[in-house]
Every structure is written in structure tokens, then in C-alpha cells.
């Protein structure tokens, strides 16, 4: 050390009264700078230049004699004998005022040594400053650290000074509160103790330094399930680091296992459970999570964790006796006889990877029927909680149902797969991601798959108890075995919770209007006759107005195609190939002279549920013949209409909305819209009727034409149980009128008026 104690030079003087470059100066009041502690030597030499455990050294690093910057200041740290691998040198540094232009740098040196044990600083820009905390393991006993402190400047060429505001620095030798320490490298043995048929072990520990990893190991046989916990206990704060984790394989840096802490997330908890297929002595590392690119993750004195290992047995009956995690290891049952058997599949969702594979053969049947399908999770099993999903995500069990285009995947049957919706069927219309979804998985490395049906996990407000996950197939007549794959897994297959499950599959003959409707395995129209009410309205209970059905299968259309929420018993992400069983109606047309616009009645209604519920609407998807006569004079014929004149469906499904109708224009204003539907709920029926403000009719050129198609599907589905409806359809005296919503006087629907002898206006239902 130098102690240097003499009168400064005026020029000096005046000096310290300014700044330069915005830096703060020696307070020109002292007339004296004290600067001690320069140089490795003075450090391990003077006392005055020894940090002392609990005692706070405060000194400047400011102008000295002749040198406007670049003060360092070196001090030693005297290692006690009794020091060993559990002890830590905590050092802080920290300017205590609100601003300085330092940039404060601590460095620890071995005493010998001039390269940096470790070495921090804050670089806090215009902000205030920040402490410097290093916390450092050193067990070598009776020894000397050396301290170097200086500026660390954003300008290597001009490093700042302050010797206005003094740092502070203290030093503390402690003992790490991790009684594992030293496992860097040699892992701590956890022991594993039975605990029933399960063997648990547990640890403790701190990542105290930085860039700390412990290391911990445990045996493991194969065929037994071992779940790996690591937690953080909620302190109140975010420790210094991430808590991150490795599980890695026997005699190998392979890693099984990995996964950190989100940002700021506090407790940290992380989980995994694998199915054991290397036996031998396993390895779990706990330390602090780095980025690429990023700095040694700090250490944290304050932060305990601590880890749990359990070995339990398998008990997936399924998985015990081998596995049936692949599709050439399905699990399979054979249904017998005809319509109206069931069966069941059970499992659980063990580990991490694990998925199970079910194959159901259906017999030979010459008529169409229907396969419904059910999970229904059980109290039993949860041996350990469910595995911690990242912030925000929700579980996304899956149950997946798949036909076999081909066990042998050649490129000819990828391509039918893929293309061809008579070899496999897509529903593109509901479901935008249907053809990457389809070629997902006739892409399959196992066999030629075609998705059939998908029911994911939803949020648990929308689906408490899995609602969302059953479903009901179309199985075409066929003559040998039909074979149908169930996939119960989880997205990702990176979750689990070990509990039971049950997964319920019935085989029901198809409603009997359906099956009769068949011809050469193809589904037919149905032929009606449209019927007259003349000026009157649809009579009850008419079978002659009346058609009716059931709509066996599929999850039903959105009516708004709101995927981002789904409805119903739906979640956005399920699927069916064939979406909604569709029963089509081909109506023939009455024969009127001119003008032969018509009004056209419509209601339908669909059968409650037993409590009262409505399971679904109905939409219905119309199409017209247009048999305007040529203006060539040729032959007429008839053009299917299926788009209003802006080109958007022609399809009628309950909206409670007030909307524009048709015969309305630009200018009408809006307390005139109403509802263009009425909505009626009964003891046993939900009846939707369109309503008179509506002017539903048939335009002359439709009655030309002869033919309407009216397609029957279901819209919103709850409920996927056998329920039947009734729709209600006849034609009547055009124009009809309405009352206006004030309750004014009626108002009629646009009459057809003769221009030089044609018909023009009137019915303009498709506009």
C-alpha cells in the first residue's frame, strides 16, 4: 500500500471543483485524496488492504496524483485452516448511492495466480447502480484470495471515476447449506426405500454458486416405471436461476429426460416419468437453466430444492405384458353376431411416451351401421400427480380412431390414401387442417392409416369429466372384417398422470329410414312430394307434410365455423372424417301457371334429450333446379342452385339473431329487421319455425325446375345419442304477409306485378 497524504496543486484544486465528461470529481472541500490498497503486493502484505469477514471496506475509485483514471484497487482474503469443499467466499460490492458513472468491476484472483477465479460487473448505463454479488467455493485452507476492483467501461480507452460516492465491499466465509457438495461430478446416491410395492428415495440441496450442478444417481431395472421429481419450494421470490434437470442413461451423457422453469415462475416444479428399458445405475443433474449464448447462470444461497424418486411397478394390464404402445402391438377384440353388442378397453396413461393402441374387428354385416365410442376416466391408479404442463397450457389427452388403407406402406396406397375421400374420407369443409391431418397419417411408417375420428382434451370448463370425448362412426355394409384402431395417448405423448381410464365401444344398427335408403352401398335421396296448405299453415301431426329421421353419427356441423372455440360437446381441435350424418330429401315440385311463385312453410323439430336437453339443431342445405326456358329457344333443362346470387350457401340453421331478410333493402331501416327464425321448446321436442317476416318461397324458375333438395345434418351437437326429428315442409298462396315488430299494421311479402305481359318481382328468395 501507499498511503499518500500531501497538499494538492491549485491546479488540482480547481480540478476537483469541476467534472469532466459528466463524471463526478473528488469534492474540492477535502484538499486531500487518500488512495490505498494499488497493487497485488500491498494486498497480501498491509493489513489495511485485508478484507476481514463482516467488516464493510468503503474506498473510492478516483483521481490519483498525476492520474485522471483508471484506479484499481487490490485486496486480499485470508482462507482459515479449517476451510473445506463446503466453503463458500461471498463477496459484495456496491455503490450505495443513487447514481454513478462507475461501472463497478470485482475480480478474484488465486494468490499466485493473475488469471480470474471468477469475475463480475454491473454494467447499469444510466441507471442506478446495481450490487456485485459473488458467491465462490474455495477449500483451501490457510491460503490468501486476492480482490481486484476497478471500472469496467462501456470505452475501453476512457474508464470512469467517482471519487464523490464510495463503494462498499464485504466479504463472508461461510459453509454451503448443500450437505451433498462436492457432486459436480461425483453424483450423491440417492437411496431407495420400499414403501409398499413402491420404492421411494429423496434429496436435498442448493445450486449456492454460480453455475452449480449437483449430480445424483439411483438404480433402476428394467420394466419398472421411475418418476422423478425436482421442486423449488415458493420462497416468495424468483430465485438467482432457472431451475432446469437432466435424466441421464446408465454409463452415458445420453439424455432420457430434460426440462426447466419458465422466467420468473416461482415454485418451480418439474416432473417426469419413464418406463425403465436400460437397467443400471441412472443419473439426475439439477442445476441452474443457461441459454445458448447466454452467461453462467447465479447462484442462490436462499433457494433450497428438493428431489423425489419413486420405482413403481407397471400397472397397465395392457403394458405388463409387453407393451402396446405401436400399432403392430394393438390390443385387440373381436365383436360377434350382429348389431347391439359392446365391449371395452382399459388402461392408463403410465409414463412419458407411452401411448395405447386398441384394434376392434367387426364382423361382416350387409347393411350400414354405426360404432360409438366413449373414454371414461376412473378414480383408480394417480400414483403419482399429473406431470407439470409449461404456463398456460392445458392437458390434451387424445383419443384417435383409424381404418387400415394398406399394412404395406408402397407409395400407390400413400397416394389413394391421400387423394381419394372414397378410399379415405376428409372433412375439408369444417375442418381447414383436414387434408394435412389426413396426410399425416396415410404418411404413417407402419401402415397406411386413414384418420376416422380425433377427440382432444379441452379446457376443463367447456369439458368438465372429458365430455367432449366420444363420438360415433359410420361403418359402411361390408363383407369381411372391419377393422377399426383406437389410439388413446396424450398431444406430444410428453405427458402422463397414471390413472385409470375405461374406453366403452358399441355396435348399433343404423336408424331404419338410413338403412333403407341404401342402394348398391350408396346412400339415395328420398323421394317426397312437396304438398299444398293453400292460404292456411303446416297441419300437425300430417305424415303427408312430414319427414323423419335420426342423425346416427358425426359431431355436427358449426354453424358459424367458430373452430377457435368449438360448441357443443366439440373442441376445436376434434374431427370426423365424415362430419355429420347427412339425410338428403328430393321433393317434387308442384306444377302452378303463372306466376308461379309460392310460399314456402318450413319447421323442424328434434326429440329431447331425458332431461330435457336439446342434443343438437339441424341445418339444412338446399338445392334448387333452375328451369328458366332458354332464350335460344332449345331445350330446357335444369341448372342445380345451391348459392344465393352472392355465392354463399343456400342453408337454413336457427339463428335467435335480427337480421335482414331478402326483400328488405339498403335503406330499410334497422328497427325494421327481426328474427327470421322462432324457436319453441316443448315437453319432448326443440321446434324451430321460419317465421313469416322471413317471405320463404319458391321462385318461378324453381317451380320450372320441378326438384328440390333439402340435406338434413346436425348442427352444435351435445349429446351423440340416438334421437330422431321431425321436418316439416309444404307450400302455400303467394305473397304471404307479416307484422311489422311495432305490432303495426301487416305488412305483404313482394308481389309478382306483369310488365307487357311477363311476370316480373314477386319471389326473389336467393337474391
Not at 345434418?713 to 307450400?731: C, H, I, P
Request: aromatic residues 8%; hydrophobic residues 35%; charged residues 20%.
Amino acid at each position: 500500500m501507499r498511503l499518500r497524504s500531501r497538499l494538492l496543486p491549485l491546479a488540482l484544486l480547481l480540478l476537483a471543483a469541476c467534472s469532466s465528461d459528466g463524471e463526478d470529481t473528488p469534492d474540492a472541500g477535502t484538499g486531500v485524496v487518500e488512495d490505498f490498497c494499488n497493487s497485488r503486493d500491498e494486498a497480501l502484505t498491509n493489513a489495511d488492504c485485508e478484507l476481514k469477514p463482516g467488516v464493510a471496506m468503503e474506498r473510492f475509485l478516483a483521481l490519483t496524483g498525476d492520474v485522471k483514471a483508471g484506479d484499481e484497487d487490490f485486496y486480499s482474503i485470508r482462507i482459515p485452516a479449517s476451510a473445506n469443499a463446503r466453503t463458500l467466499v461471498h463477496i459484495t460490492g456496491v455503490y450505495l448511492a443513487s447514481s454513478t458513472p462507475v461501472n463497478l468491476s470485482v475480480t478474484v484472483q488465486e494468490k499466485d495466480k493473475n488469471t480470474a477465479l471468477v469475475a463480475k460487473s454491473d454494467q447499469h448505463g444510466a441507471g442506478a447502480p446495481r450490487p456485485v454479488d459473488i458467491v465462490l467455493p474455495y477449500g483451501t485452507p490457510d491460503t490468501q484470495l486476492v480482490v481486484v476492483v476497478r471500472d469496467a467501461p462501456t470505452n475501453p480507452a476512457r474508464p470512469a471515476y467517482d471519487a464523490r460516492n464510495p463503494y462498499r465491499l464485504t466479504v463472508e466465509l461461510i459453509e454451503n447449506p448443500d450437505t451433498n457438495e462436492p457432486n459436480d461430478v461425483t453424483p450423491t446416491p440417492i437411496a431407495l426405500s420400499a414403501q409398499g410395492a413402491t420404492q421411494v428415495g429423496t434429496a436435498q440441496g442448493y445450486l449456492a454458486t454460480d453455475d452449480d450442478v449437483d449430480r445424483f444417481s439411483f438404480p433402476l431395472t428394467v420394466g419398472k416405471v421411475a418418476y422423478v421429481r425436482v421442486t423449488a419450494p415458493d420462497q416468495g421470490f424468483a430465485p438467482n436461476y432457472r431451475l432446469s434437470y437432466e435424466l441421464l442413461r446408465p454409463g452415458t451423457t445420453d439424455k432420457e429426460s430434460e426440462g426447466n422453469v419458465l422466467p420468473k415462475v416461482h415454485p418451480g416444479v418439474l416432473a417426469t416419468a419413464r418406463k425403465v428399458k436400460l437397467a443400471g445405475t441412472w443419473t439426475l443433474v439439477v442445476k441452474g437453466y443457461r441459454p445458448a449464448n447466454e452467461p453462467p447462470p447465479a447462484g442462490d444461497l436462499r433457494q433450497p430444492y428438493e428431489v423425489e424418486v419413486r420405482v413403481l411397478d407397471e400397472a397397465d394390464p395392457q403394458d405388463q405384458s409387453g407393451d402396446n404402445d405401436a400399432y403392430a402391438r394393438a390390443f385387440s377384440r373381436d365383436l360377434v353376431g350382429a348389431p347391439g353388442t359392446s365391449t371395452s378397453f382399459s388402461g392408463r396413461l403410465g409414463y412419458v411416451s407411452d401411448r395405447d393402441w386398441f384394434a376392434l374387428r367387426v364382423p361382416a354385416y350387409n347393411k350400414p351401421s354405426v360404432l360409438r365410442y366413449r373414454l371414461v376416466p376412473l378414480a383408480t391408479g394417480g400414483r403419482f400427480d399429473p406431470l407439470p404442463l409449461p404456463l398456460g397450457q392445458l392437458a390434451d389427452r387424445q383419443v384417435l380412431v383409424f381404418t387400415t388403407v394398406g399394412t404395406t406402406p408402397t407409395p400407390e396406397l400413400r397416394t389413394q390414401c391421400s387423394n381419394d375421400a372414397t378410399v379415405c374420407p376428409r372433412d375439408a369443409r369444417e375442418h381447414p387442417d383436414a387434408p394435412s391431418l389426413v396426410q399425416t397419417y396415410c404418411n404413417n411408417a407402419e401402415a397406411v392409416l386413414c384418420i376416422q375420428s380425433v377427440r382432444e382434451e379441452g379446457e376443463p370448463a367447456r369439458f368438465p369429466n372429458l365430455s367432449n370425448f366420444q363420438g360415433a362412426l359410420p361403418v359402411p355394409a361390408h363383407a369381411g372384417l372391419a377393422t377399426y384402431h383406437f389410439v388413446v395417448q396424450d398431444d406430444g405423448t410428453n405427458w402422463a398422470d397414471d390413472r385409470d381410464y375405461r374406453l366403452e365401444v358399441s355396435w348399433e344398427d343404423d336408424d331404419a329410414e338410413e338403412v333403407a335408403a341404401y342402394s348398391g352401398s350408396v346412400e339415395q335421396p328420398r323421394a317426397k312430394t312437396l304438398n299444398g296448405v293453400g292460404a292456411g299453415n303446416l297441419p300437425a301431426n300430417d305424415a303427408t307434410f312430414e319427414a323423419k329421421g335420426q342423425l346416427s353419427y358425426g359431431h355436427g356441423r358449426l354453424r358459424d365455423n367458430d373452430r377457435a372455440t368449438g360448441l357443443g360437446v366439440r373442441g376445436p381441435t376434434d374431427y370426423d372424417a365424415v362430419p355429420s350424418d347427412t339425410d338428403t330429401y328430393a321433393y317434387t315440385l308442384p306444377s302452378r301457371t303463372a306466376p308461379e311463385d309460392a310460399s314456402w312453410l318450413v319447421q323442424w323439430e328434434v326429440d329431447n334429450l331425458p332431461d330435457g336437453g336439446t342434443p343438437h339443431g339441424l341445418a339444412l342445405d338446399l338445392t334448387f333446379c333452375d328451369g328458366t326456358p332458354p332464350t335460344d329457344g332449345g331445350t330446357s333443362t335444369c341448372t342445380p342452385v345451391s348459392t344465393t346470387s352472392t355465392g354463399g350457401a343456400l342453408t337454413l340453421a336457427y339463428s335467435g339473431s335480427v337480421m335482414r331478410a331478402w326483400h328488405t333493402t339498403a335503406s330499410t331501416p334497422l328497427s325494421s329487421y327481426q328474427a327470421q327464425y322462432q324457436l319453441e321448446k316443448t315437453a319432448t321436442t326443440t321446434r324451430v319455425t321460419v317465421a313469416p317476416y322471413a317471405c320463404a318461397c319458391l321462385e318461378r324458375r324453381f317451380i320450372q325446375g320441378g326438384t328440390l333438395k333439402v340435406a338434413v345434418s346436425a348442427t352444435e351437437r351435445n349429446d351423440y345419442g340416438r334421437v330422431g326429428y321431425t321436418l316439416r315442409t309444404g307450400y302455400g298462396d303467394y305473397p304471404r304477409t307479416y307484422t311489422a315488430p311495432d305490432g303495426g299494421s301487416p305488412t305483404q311479402c313482394p308481389a309478382p306485378t306483369q310488365d307487357a305481359g311477363t311476370w316480373v318481382g314477386g319471389c326473389q328468395f336467393t337474391r
